[in-house]
């Protein structure tokens, strides 16, 4: 019934949802686990407010990927970034714009931001202006980013989701305008970028916890718990092949790799 | 409330394909039929082609008529749009003109990518901390491995590049693989049994 050779992956993925599904009921049923502050969640009260008191907006963008693609997962953990920030948007009196790069984005970005903004105390302020939406073309969706920091030099550049080659033009005209600029994606090749350049980023997985300490909700803290103990299984699976290799019966790790 | 908002819709929406999904990842059963699941976004895609249409031409309409700021840029895009649009259908050397001439050196000024990342760099890296000084110094010590100058200068550069490229690099970007596959995994566990409802604002 299960194809060879994935035998063992299928079962490493029950034993990672039961995980994710145990640590979960406990934290929901009141245990919640200690989790390490966020830079960028610590700050994210005074990230607005600067924006508010500068008088200017706040640019949001998910990036490339969307809901249909591998890169969901990124995508929703932007999209819960940007549910938060538009509620702190709301409570601030804060213009939020938010660039999307696929359509089917555009009504639930809108969706989001005027969910945000009546949470914030101040549903007058949204407008369905504050998401745009210019083709799903790379070139056309830099360009429009382009364009929109020099014209309105927001106070504030996020970027959270699935990255990619528009964070080099994210993070220059973010540099340009003075922007403080905020990124996140576990993709790999934007690591390094991020890290040097963005005043707060989210580095690797930390785009999925983040979501989680902004909201202290136990399902999130939960899941997290999980993740930790998933990481501690991946580390002895990795010392079990280093030590098969080292007394040179790689075929036990091989093996079961392949069944 | 929008239909998007409601916790029913959206468990359909992402958990019945990605169950399916992954059923046939598995087993291999019904791939036509995966295969059909996927192709479902490229029709979306083609829907959301007609929104942006909609949205485009709104815009800049609204820009033409109330006299906005930049008002004569929004003329050269439906001028761009119309001439684009006619000729791709009606004489197709003028459309190939328009994309050698036109649009790839445009497209090719804003993805200069090497001049992008340095003026990126130049504009704003910090070396607000010993990493980041870390960082900058694997940077320049990488660029000489790989800039002929590097070896000409001193024919150790290129063996520190190629060690930091091998080692610490590579074993960086594993940890955040697996860390990466770690969180994606819980995400997509908590999208299946309907507790990711972040993104529906809830």
Redesign the interface.
């Known amino acids: 019934?299960?194809?060879e050779g994935?035998r063992f992956?299928?079962i490493i993925?029950l034993v990672?949802?039961a995980l994710?599904?145990f640590f979960?009921r406990k934290a929901e049923g009141g245990k919640l686990p200690y989790i390490r502050p966020v830079p960028f969640i610590e700050e994210l009260d005074s990230i607005v407010g600067r924006a508010a008191e500068m008088g200017r907006p706040i640019h949001f963008s998910t990036g490339y990927g969307g809901l249909?693609?591998e890169w969901a997962?990124?995508c929703?953990?932007g999209?819960?970034l940007l549910?938060?920030v538009?509620e702190l948007c709301g409570k601030y009196r804060v213009w939020l714009q938010f660039t999307c790069f696929?359509?089917?984005l555009?009504?639930?970005g809108q969706?989001?931001l005027?969910?945000?903004y009546e949470k914030g105390g101040n549903p007058d302020m949204y407008s369905p202006d504050m998401v745009?939406?210019?083709?799903?073309d790379q070139?056309a969706y830099?360009?429009f980013i382009?364009d929109y920091f020099m014209?309105e030099r927001p106070a504030v550049a996020m970027m959270f989701g699935a990255i990619q080659?528009e964070m080099?033009?994210h993070?220059?005209m973010?540099?340009?305008v003075g922007a403080v600029?905020c990124a996140g994606t576990?993709r790999?090749y934007y690591?390094?970028?991020m890290?040097?350049?963005a005043d707060f980023a989210l580095?690797?997985?930390e785009?999925?916890?983040a979501?989680a300490s902004i909201?202290k909700?136990p399902?999130?803290m939960g899941?997290?718990e999980?993740?930790d103990w998933?990481?501690i299984i991946?580390l002895a699976l990795l010392l079990i092949a280093a030590i098969a290799v080292n007394i040179g019966m790689p075929q036990l790790f091989t093996g079961l790799m392949g069944w | 409330m929008s239909v998007l908002k409601q916790k029913e819709f959206a468990i359909i929406l992402f958990v019945v394909p990605l169950l399916f999904i992954l059923f046939n990842f598995y087993t291999g059963i019904a791939g036509p039929q995966a295969t059909e699941l996927i192709n479902w976004g490229a029709y979306l895609w083609n829907f959301s082609m007609i929104i942006g249409t909609y949205s485009m031409f709104r815009k800049h309409l609204l820009t033409i008529t109330e006299r906005q700021k930049d008002w004569p840029y929004s003329v050269i895009m439906f001028v761009s749009f119309f001439v684009y649009f006619i000729t791709g259908y009606i004489h197709t050397p003028t459309f190939q003109w328009i994309m050698d001439y036109v649009q790839t050196p445009i497209m090719m000024t804003i993805w200069v990518g090497a001049f992008t990342t340095f003026t990126m760099v130049f504009r704003g890296a910090r070396t607000r901390n010993w990493l980041g000084v870390l960082l900058l110094l694997s940077t320049v010590l990488t660029v000489l491995r790989m800039a002929p100058i590097g070896e000409a200068i001193w024919g150790g550069f290129p063996i520190i590049g190629l060690w930091i490229n091998d080692v610490p690099n590579v074993a960086v970007m594993r940890a955040i693989t697996i860390g990466m596959g770690i969180g994606l995994l819980a995400t997509m566990t908590r999208e299946i049994l309907g507790k990711e409802t972040h993104y529906l604002g809830e």
Not at chain 1, 132 to 136: A, F, H, K, P, T
């Open positions: 019934m299960i194809l994935l992956d299928l993925l990672n949802v994710i599904y979960m249909h693609d997962v990124m929703v953990a999209l819960a549910s938060k538009a696929r359509g089917y555009v009504p639930i969706d989001l005027k969910t945000g745009s939406y210019v083709g799903e070139t830099v360009a382009m014209s080659a080099n033009h993070l220059m973010s540099a340009r600029c576990p790999l690591q390094g970028k890290a040097l350049m580095l690797g997985e785009l999925y916890v979501g909201t909700d399902v999130h899941s997290i999980a993740e998933s990481k991946v």
